[in-house]
T-cell receptor
């Protein structure tokens, strides 16, 4: 079936280094992608989104890259901080086909001091 | 302003009992969603309400699950005759509009069925 998935279940990164979290999707009809951060015991927190007519979008310390050719999405976190330790989920929204989000399995980011 | 709120934050129940979970969306948001997150897993879509349209119930796992949204605001997710496999975190989200809008999540209700 169609799904959104992640390559790495756990990512350990040194404080101050950059983090890259990858996500593959299989539905070419998806037109909107979102990254969420989830800390222990909390609901997912919106980080950044990107529409399919773009290939890059930047926020504060975060950048999302979209490669529609290979159906790949990535989240880059610059100068990773201890507060970035969390589980990160990518999600796709198929727009006109319905507004439900399809989530990947999540990547845990552990920031080492 | 206030975010999405959910109650109760935790619920422990016995197998076979019914439970009701409540969601208060962000004021002015017309779309409301329920998701389920099992331990260590991603989120699974359950149901979606948009305005006065018929809800999208395609994600409900069985007929023991139902949801209502009264007055276009508060929503209640009901699980009848709970089973142990229903144990999960139930997350509610809302968005301004129907399509491509950012969904904002509540803190979730942690349900444990003994």
């Amino acid at each position: 079936g169609e799904s959104v998935g992640l390559h790495l279940p756990t990512l350990s990164v040194q404080e101050g280094d950059n983090s890259i979290i990858n996500c593959a999707y299989s539905n070419s009809a998806s037109d909107y992608f979102i990254w969420y951060k989830q800390e222990s015991g909390k609901g997912p927190q919106f980080i950044i989104d990107i529409r399919s007519n773009m290939d890059k979008r930047q926020g504060q310390r975060v950048t999302v890259l979209l490669n529609k050719t290979v159906k790949h999405l990535s989240l880059q976190i610059a100068a990773t901080q201890p507060g970035d330790s969390a589980v990160y989920f990518c999600a796709e929204n198929r727009g006109a086909a319905g507004n439900k989000l399809t989530f990947g399995g999540g990547t845990r980011v552990l920031v080492k001091p | 302003g206030a975010g999405v709120s959910q109650s109760p934050s935790n619920k422990v129940t016995e197998k076979g009992k019914d439970v009701e979970l409540r969601c208060d969306p962000i004021s002015g948001h017309t779309a409301l969603y329920w998701y389920r997150q099992s331990l260590g897993q991603g989120l699974e879509f359950l149901i979606y309400f948009q305005g006065n349209s018929a809800p999208d119930k395609s994600g409900l796992p069985s007929d023991r699950f139902s949801a209502e949204r009264t007055g276009g605001s508060v929503s209640t997710l009901t699980i009848q005759r709970t089973q142990q496999e229903d144990s999960a975190v139930y997350l509610c989200a809302s968005s301004l509009g129907p399509s491509g809008e950012t969904q904002y999540f509540g803190p979730g209700t942690r349900l444990l069925v003994l």
